[in-house]
C-alpha cells in the first residue's frame, strides 16, 4: 500500500501584514510592511521602537471582556473568557481556516482531527497576574492564571471550543516550533493515525513578550519601519517582533480531494537536527540548519536542483542570517544550483514560534498562485550572500518545489519542503 | 465599604466590556451601600459569566435556583465569579464555605454575611 500523501487544505491569517488570505497575498506581492512605530511604555522613549502590529483589534484591556476586533467574528462570552490576548487572535485565524477549508463541526470534532500548537504563552498576563498575587501578599490569585497564561495555552483553549479529540499537542522549540508541528503532523498522517492536523501559532506583540527580547540586543534598534527588518542587508541590526495567528491544516490527500477542500501545496518531506552550540545563538556556520535542509531533501528524495525557492528563516540579526547563509551555501552553491531565496519577515517582522506556520502559509498561498514574494528593504546586500539568489521583488513565477526554512532557541533547526499541486 | 473613587478605578481594572448595568450598579452600591445593588452587581457577574446564559435574568429567578445543576455553573467560572466579586468589594471567602454553596441566595446571602453594615432598605 502506498504511503499517505499529505497537503495542506485549509488557511487563516491574522498577521501584521494582513488579517485575511486575500490581504496577505496583496501585501506580498507589493512588498507591503507591517511594521510601523510603537510606543513599548506609552510616553517613554525606548532604545527600540518598532513592531510588526496587529491591526482591526483592540487588546489592550488586561480582561478579555473589555478586547474588540474586527466585524465577521461571534464568540460566545465562555470561550473568550480566561483567554489570553493572542488566543483571540488565534481563534480568528482558526476561524478562517475553518470556513477556508470547509471543515464541519463534526470533522472538526472526529478523532481523526488532531491539533497542534505553539506559542511563548501570554508573557503580558503572567506578569500582571504575578504582580497581584504578589502585591496581594498571596490573597488573590487569579482562577484562570496558569491556563491563560502558560505556553500551552492555545492548545488547551482551541481544543476545549472545537471539541478535538484526536491528539492536542503543544510545542516549545521557540521559533522553530510550528514548522516543527507542521513536521510532526505530517508524520501523524503518515503513519495514519490521523487523516488531518490543525497547526495553529501565535503570539503577542509587546513590552512583555517583544520588547524583552531587547536585553541580549536581538532587537532592531532603527526606528524607521523600512530599515529596521533587512533581512540579508549588510546594515541589519536586529530583528522587529511581531505577533498574531496563522491557522492551517494540513489533510491526507484523498480525504482533502474527496470532500473538496482546495489544496494548496503538498508536503513531501522534512527534517530537522540541533547546532549543539549556544541556547540563544545560531551556529556560525550553520551546520545544523544545514543538516536539516539535507534531511528534508533526502526524506523528500529530491536533490538541491530540484527545490526552486527557499522561504528563509533569516530574522535580520546580523549573526542568524550570516549563520543560514553559510548553511544555504553548503546545500546549494556547492551543489552548483541558485534556488530563488527571500525572507518574508522583511515585511511581517519576525513571528517567533509562529513564523514558521505565517511563512509555510505564505508559501502554500504562492505555490497555489503562482508568485514567489521579494526579500524587502534591502539597500546593500551582506557579502555573506554572495552567490547566493536572494530576489528582491516579488516575482510572478510558479516553483515546483519550495524549501521553508525555520530556527530557533536552542539550535532547533527544521526545514520542510512543498510541492506545487499546480504543475 | 468602597469609595466612589475606588469604584470607579475597579470599574476600570475588573469591569471593563461588562454590561452597563453591571457598572451602575456597582457605582450605585458605592454611593448608597445597599443590598439591592450587591446583589445586582453579583447576578449580573454570574449571568455574564455563564456558559449558556438564561433567558430569564438570574435576579428574577427564584432564590432557589442551583449554581450546578440549573445554571451550569462549573468550578472555574465559580471561582472567576468570586475572584471578581472579592476584588470589588474587599471581601474575602472562605473555600470551605465555597464548598456549601449550593444556591443563588447561598451564594448572596454569603457575601452579605461579610458586608453587615449594608443597608438592607430599598
Partial sequence: MSQPRVVISGLGFVTSIGNSKSSVRDSLHSLKTGIEPIEFIPGVKLPVSVAGTIKGFDTQSMSWAGWTWPEGYTFARDVLRNMPPHGLYALCATEQMVADSKLSPELLSSDETALFCSSAGSPKLLAHYLHQIVDSKGQRVPPAGVVSTIAGTLNFHLAAHYHIHGAVVGFSSACASTTQALGYGFDEIRLGRHKRVIVVGGEEVGLEATYTFHGMRALSRQSDPIKASRPFDKQRDGFVGTGGSVALVIEERETALKRGAPIYAEIVGWGQAGDGHNPAISDPEGNGLATAMKRALRASQLEANAIEYVNAHATSTPAGDASEAYALKQIFTRAGVTPKISSTKALTGHGLSMSGAMETAFCALALSEGFVPGSAHITELDSVCDGLNIIQKTERFSPRYILKNSSGFGGSNVSLVLRSVVN | ?122
Fill in chain 2, 1 to 122: 465599604m468602597i469609595t466612589l473613587e475606588e469604584a470607579h478605578k475597579n470599574i476600570k481594572e475588573s469591569l471593563v466590556g461588562f454590561p452597563k448595568e453591571v457598572m451602575e450598579a456597582y457605582l450605585a452600591f458605592a454611593t448608597k451601600a445597599d443590598m439591592e445593588s450587591l446583589d445586582k452587581v453579583v447576578t449580573g457577574i454570574l449571568q455574564f459569566y455563564l456558559a449558556k446564559a438564561p433567558k430569564t435574568a438570574l435576579s428574577d429567578m427564584a432564590g432557589t435556583t442551583r449554581l450546578r445543576e440549573d445554571l451550569g455553573m462549573d468550578s472555574l467560572t465559580m471561582m472567576d465569579t468570586v475572584f471578581l466579586v472579592e476584588g470589588l468589594f474587599s471581601i474575602k471567602l472562605e473555600d470551605e464555605e465555597l464548598a456549601k454553596l449550593s444556591t443563588l441566595d447561598d451564594l448572596r446571602q454569603l457575601i452579605h454575611s461579610r458586608l453587615p453594615s449594608i443597608s438592607k432598605t430599598k
